[in-house]
């Protein structure tokens, strides 16, 4: 019995809701029927899933190994003892069973219970003795055939009877043994069926969605899928090695299926206790009854047969039992029975197989379907396969296991450095709030940063995000440092707006009490630099909290900034402090452009080129991550402007690709204006899609973006977005499909369907394979009145609910101002401004809009 886990699927993020159930697919905008689905339950067939996994699991590596060893022990050990069960063939005739007996009790001096002859010539017949008093089973010989004389022992046979007892038992007592092996067999049975339930896809009837392996996967998602796939190919040998492995576990399992196949009730075959032996008797010499009409009778009545055992009357009067396998049997099992009396030859029992009961047929083929060899040798070498197997299920869920804890302990460390800091500081003192309202990921890096140079300077620090602090939490510290990042033109960060919200609000406590320091997170190329952080400041100030110093304006990094900020930490603190900050500036990477090419010709808006980039050694990035790139003038010089003044900004854009597409894809929208300035292109957007020759260097350093992580559990996504934005969004659902996640909703709008479906293609193939739920774009100029991605997204109102119910996650990306600020509108019309806060609040709602 060799034994599996399977599919055990990535664990959540930090800040995703449970797992739920897969929803059905909806495919386009008229397939938006729903069902409910009960992420509850699925939760709790993932839990059991890893934990019997991580713990019968290992156990269930070992029967798996044992299984794998003992399936061709015949043909190891004729490899390992060559000549012994097989001789060379001669002309003269080989040994009846009744005078092989006769010779094996003459030179071992103990009585033959049975002799098994093979119709293979120069193959050596096997005598087995009876057991002696208190034994189960007697010793077993191989002896020549033509000879009669006793073959050598055979070697490496006591490894595999080790083995087998190490497979059938775990080397404990037999009858305890056997209880524990079918408990394990129980928890292969659970383990298979929840693994086939947490990886149910969309497309039931799509073989390529159960059976296809993506080799070219990296990291987790490679686990996930080895240890999916791989699962499910083995799932049937499995399932078929547990439930026939119960028929041996179980008495009353046994019991059972033999009454309903017609056999007698089985007699206890244990050995007696000690103490309990019977008495000894004298023993007799062995009885010699010749077979031999007997023997002529069964070749004669039998026709072709492979192999026969001929059990031996222990006295005078007994027909000699007869058990054989005939030539064409469907299974090795398929045996056929009679019974022979030695006198006369008269036949008293003849039972072939196919004239035995449905029951007892049924009953046979267990053993071959546990072994394999009902489906002849290519059973044999499946079921051997998929025993080896075992340990990469069991290593893959440990390493997935193992991920998950580590990727908790990782978030856990962050907060208990903070922890660890704050033990030298003086605990007397009231603790300093060092906030933050981050998008990117970048205020929550510095913020923690601060708060860590802080706590080394014994500074007690707390450290909260706005989207978890109100007002009236805020009254209660006596000082506030609070690193605040801007989005869009002058907006709070997602995650803050609630807290902006509130903030702004008449009944907003007074902060009298409050003495706080600002760092305002920006970007100069917008009109609003610092738009929040400035806000944010002035509304402090009204409400009557103190500035420990004037607000400090960071633009892209900006090392003198930081610097500043640095300062105003150590006069806070009285202590000095490491620049903060230092770890930003990180390099940019010389990336290889490798093509472009225009996905909208004849579009009435702005070309839109995939541009595509060979990455360096080594780099690696997950979706919604960012392309920081630095452009160059038209004639290829770097850094400065037309006019060789200032150094050029570095633009961002959101990443289209994951690395396992063997390349960094971006979607440029090509940006013209008026003017010779730039030959009237824009400065990152004229480089990358007009003048950087294909092999030329492009600037580039990836940054993560945390605010539009990706849920790589089984979460419902609903993805919006437009125009280029669908960048963004392919990187998402590339990393979905490669984890194998199917519950996935995309909203896309442009202006015409027929020059403007921009990547279709790929997005019908998702679609028709079942990794798109549903698929609804939107075209504004191809009607009246004009359709918007914002107002399909209202018409599907009450699919966006159920979506919601099921704890879907909404990703939006593309157009601040038109789109975005759209789709922020709808769901507030859907859900009331609680409910969008709750959703921002959960980690449900992230948007890279620009």
Not at 569 to 586: M, Y
Not at 596 to 624: C, D, F, H, K, M
Not at 628 to 646: P, V, W
Not at 729 to 743: I, V
Request: charged residues 20%; glycine residues 10%.
């Amino acid at each position: 019995m060799s034994t599996p886990t399977i599919a055990a699927p990535p664990a959540p993020r930090a800040s995703t809701p449970s797992p739920s159930a897969p929803l059905p697919r909806a495919g386009a905008r008229q397939r938006n029927a729903t069902r409910r689905s009960w992420p509850g339950w699925k939760q709790v067939w993932f839990q059991l899933h890893w934990f019997i996994g991580i713990t019968a699991g290992t156990v269930l590596m070992i029967i798996g190994l044992s299984g794998a060893t003992i399936s061709f022990k015949d043909e190891l050990l004729d490899l390992m003892n060559p000549g012994v069960r097989h001789v060379a063939v001669e002309t003269r005739a080989t040994l009846t069973p009744g005078q092989l007996a006769s010779m094996a009790a003459a030179e071992h001096g103990q009585r033959v219970a049975s002799v098994t002859v093979y119709a293979e010539p120069g193959a050596a017949p096997r005598v087995l003795f009876a057991p002696k008093a208190g034994e189960r089973r007697g010793e077993s010989i191989y002896v020549h055939p033509y000879t009669g004389a006793t073959r050598p022992a055979l070697q490496g046979a006591g490894f595999f009877e080790w083995t087998e007892s190490l497979h059938r038992w775990l080397l404990l007592p037999r009858e305890p043994g056997r209880q524990v092996l079918g408990a394990l067999a129980l928890c292969l049975l659970g383990l298979a069926l929840s693994g086939l339930y947490l990886r149910w896809p969309r497309r039931p009837l799509d073989w390529r969605t159960w059976l296809t392996f993506d080799p070219a996967l990296k990291g987790r998602s490679f686990l996930w899928n080895l240890h999916a796939v791989i699962g499910t190919w083995c799932l049937v040998v499995y399932v078929m090695l547990t439930l026939t492995g119960m028929y041996w576990a179980y008495d009353f399992v046994r019991d059972h299926i033999d009454a309903w196949a017609g056999k007698p009730p089985r007699t206890a075959q244990a050995p007696a206790k000690p103490g309990q032996a019977r008495e000894k008797k004298p023993q007799a010499a062995p009885v010699v009854i010749d077979t031999t009409v007997a023997w002529n009778a069964f070749r004669q009545r039998a026709g072709a047969w492979t192999l026969a055992t001929v059990r031996m009357p222990s006295r005078a009067g007994e027909a000699v039992q007869f058990t054989w396998l005939a030539a064409d049997a469907p299974h090795d099992r398929a045996r056929s029975t009679m019974a022979i009396l030695p006198a006369d030859g008269q036949i008293t029992e003849d039972k072939p197989y196919g004239q035995q009961g449905t029951g007892s047929r049924l009953v046979s083929v267990i053993y071959p379907l546990h072994m394999g060899t009902y489906f002849g040798l290519p059973g044999r070498i499946i079921v051997t396969v998929a025993s080896l197997c075992m340990p990469l299920f069991g290593i893959t869920g440990w390493m997935l296991y193992l991920g998950r804890r580590k990727a908790k302990r990782a978030v856990a460390a962050q907060r208990a450095m903070l922890g660890a800091g704050a033990q030298g500081a003086h605990v007397s003192a009231l603790p300093t709030l060092v906030a933050y309202a981050s998008q990117s990921g970048q205020a929550e890096r510095l913020a923690l940063e601060s708060a860590r140079a802080l706590q080394q300077a014994g500074v007690p620090v707390d450290v909260q995000s706005l989207d978890q602090l109100t007002p009236s939490q805020l009254s209660q510290y006596e000082r506030a440092l609070i690193v605040a990042s801007t989005f869009g033109e002058g907006e709070a960060p997602d995650g803050a707006r609630r807290f902006a919200r509130l903030l702004g609000d008449s009944k907003a406590p007074e902060l009298r009490r409050l003495n706080f320091g600002l760092l305002a997170l920006g970007d100069r190329h917008y009109t609003e630099f610092c738009g929040f952080g400035h806000a944010l400041d002035a509304r402090l100030r009204a409400l009557g909290a103190t500035a420990l110093f004037p607000l400090i304006e960071v633009d892209k990094h900006d090392a003198q900034s930081l610097a500043d900020w640095s300062q105003a930490l150590a006069r806070a603190s009285g202590s000095p402090i490491d620049a903060i900050g230092h770890q930003e500036a990180a390099s940019y990477d010389a990336w290889t452009l490798t093509r472009r090419v225009l996905l909208n010709a004849g579009s009435q808006g702005g070309a839109l080129y995939e541009i595509g980039l060979s990455r360096p050694t080594g780099r690696q990035w997950e979706a919604g991550a960012l392309a920081e790139i630095i452009a160059c003038n038209i004639d290829g010089s770097e850094g400065l402007d037309a006019g060789g003044s200032a150094p050029h900004a570095p633009r961002s854009y959101s990443l289209a690709s994951m690395p396992q597409d063997g390349e960094l894809q971006l979607l440029v929208r090509q940006e013209r204006h008026q003017g010779d300035t730039n030959g009237g292109y824009g400065v990152a957007s004229g480089w990358l899609t007009q003048f950087a020759p294909i092999g030329s260097a492009i600037r580039l350093r990836l940054q993560a973006n945390p605010a539009f992580a990706p849920a790589l559990t089984d979460v419902p996504c609903i993805y919006i977005g437009n125009g280029s934005g669908l960048a963004g969004l392919r990187s998402h659902l590339r990393a979905r499909r490669q984890a194998g996640l199917a519950r996935n909703w995309l909203l896309f709008g442009e202006r015409q369907r027929s020059v403007d479906s921009v990547c279709a293609q790929e997005l019908e193939a998702w679609l028709q394979e079942g990794h798109l739920a549903r698929l609804d774009r939107t075209f504004s100029r191809d009607g009246e009145p004009r359709e918007y991605v914002q107002d399909r997204l209202r018409s599907a109102a009450d699919e966006l609910h159920a979506w919601l119910r099921d704890g879907a996650i909404i990703y939006v990306c593309g157009n601040l101002q038109g789109m975005a600020a759209g789709v922020d509108a709808v769901l507030l019309d859907a859900l009331g401004q609680d409910g969008l806060d709750a959703l921002r609040a959960q980690g449900r709602y992230r948007r890279d809009v620009y």
